[in-house]
């Protein structure tokens, strides 16, 4: 790696420790106490990424341009949270959701991109910021070394656990050019094909098949989203008969198969250093009385700017929700059979 190339890594590793992003090899800066981690991809490991995308999405995210890339895992705002899920007469919020996580992440990247290109006067699509998006980003964490894919089909991130969003910096250089391999790698872990294999590194681990109420995630591995009661929650479609019986008075965003995991990290400071702080979201739980009998209105006033006020999610969606979570309270669940057919 020229001494340029060196410039960049170094900046780039200074610029996302600001953000709080501790680096997940030896070679970067620790920043102990980070709410996120971060791990860098070489050009090798991104062609393979980048080779599974539809060309559309290549495209879109100039991924066939970039030389290399930077994983990223924020852990969620209020992570040390450990209450209970809310029940009737509340419907409760997704800890990524109760303060908009990815809006965060998002905020962070495009503060790295944007001292990047300031930097080395890059031009503006040289850096492109991945949070949430149309590429998948599981895949980019674990090629980061940032931790392997749990048997609930999440990343679970060393020292954070499953409780994070995740993001990236499609980079014009290769973060590690001069990395070599073995002990010349300074600590570098590089994953294995076994990271990317919902499960294979849980050994006997079950917790997030039993924790989940609808019966969506695999023995085997990975989640049947057809069960999962986050994906109804998020789309208009009608929600089987399975799936709504065994309805965990969700509001959006369900948690059960991340908060039931060992690795999950109760306590853990997240990007608010803690609950304390919050002010931009929702919160965990939403009173049904109010989801029931709002107006449309009152309902787009209450949620606009956070993550539950996003275009696509119509008052029509979170009313549906709020229903299913009043009909959980009457429901008989110890006779609840999750893995019975859906309809
Ligand atoms: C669609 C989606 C959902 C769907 C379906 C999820 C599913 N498991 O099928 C629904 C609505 C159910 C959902 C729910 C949730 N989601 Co979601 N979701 C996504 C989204 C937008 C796309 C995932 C996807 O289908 N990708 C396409 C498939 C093909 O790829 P993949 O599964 O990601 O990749 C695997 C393989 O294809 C293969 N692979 C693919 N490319 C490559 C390349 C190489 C080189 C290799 C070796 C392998 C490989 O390996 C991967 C790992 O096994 C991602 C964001 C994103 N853009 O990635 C978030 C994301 C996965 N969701 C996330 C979260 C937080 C959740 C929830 C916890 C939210 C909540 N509180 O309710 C739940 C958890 C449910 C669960 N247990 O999965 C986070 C996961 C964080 C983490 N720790 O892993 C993500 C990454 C969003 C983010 N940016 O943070 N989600
Ligand atoms: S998000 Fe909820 S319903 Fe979906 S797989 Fe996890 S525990 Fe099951
Ligand atoms: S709960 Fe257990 S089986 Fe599920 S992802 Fe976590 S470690 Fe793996």
Not at 42 to 70: D, I, M, Q, V
Not at 115 to 135: C, D, H, I, Q, T
Request: aromatic share 6%; hydrophobic share 45%.
């Amino acid at each position: 790696m020229d001494a340029k190339s060196e410039d960049i890594r170094s900046f780039l590793s200074e610029s996302l420790a600001a953000e709080g992003f501790a680096g997940a090899d030896a070679r970067v800066e620790a920043a102990p106490g980070a709410p996120g981690l971060w791990g860098p991809i070489g050009a090798g490991e991104l062609a393979a990424w980048t080779a599974r995308l539809t060309p559309e999405t290549r495209a879109r995210y100039g991924a066939a341009e970039a030389k290399g890339a930077a994983a990223c895992a924020l852990a969620y705002a209020d992570s040390g949270e450990a209450e209970p899920f809310a029940e009737p007469p509340a419907a409760s919020v997704g800890r990524f959701a109760r303060d908009d996580s990815y809006a965060e992440l998002a905020a962070r990247l495009a503060r790295v991109r944007d001292s990047l290109r300031a930097r080395f006067g890059w031009p503006k699509s040289a850096v492109r910021v991945l949070v949430n998006s149309r590429a998948p980003e599981k895949p980019l964490a674990a090629l980061a070394g940032l931790g392997p894919v749990g048997r609930n089909s999440l990343v679970l991130v060393h020292g954070l656990g499953p409780g994070v969003v995740l993001g990236a910096l499609l980079l014009p250089f290769d973060p590690l050019a001069d990395a070599g391999s073995g002990e010349e790698s300074g600590g570098l872990t590089r994953p294995e094909a076994a990271d990317f294999e919902p499960g294979a590194r849980c050994g006997s681990c079950r917790a997030c098949v039993e924790a989940c109420p609808t019966g969506a995630v695999l023995e085997s591995g990975g989640i049947d989203a057809a069960r999962c009661a986050q994906a109804a929650a998020s789309s208009e479609d009608e929600v089987p008969g399975g799936v709504a019986a065994a309805w965990p008075s969700i509001l959006y965003g369900c948690d059960r198969c991340l908060a039931a995991c060992p690795f999950f990290v109760p306590g853990a400071p997240g990007w608010q250093g803690g609950a304390a702080a919050r002010t931009t979201g929702p919160g965990p739980a939403v009173p049904l009385d109010f989801l029931l009998g709002a107006s449309d209105g009152e309902l787009e006033r209450a949620f606009r700017g956070t993550a539950l006020g996003l275009g696509w999610m119509k008052p029509s969606l979170w009313r549906r929700n709020a229903a299913l979570a009043d009909a959980s309270r009457v429901r008989d669940l110890a006779s609840f059979d999750a893995r019975r057919p859906l309809h």
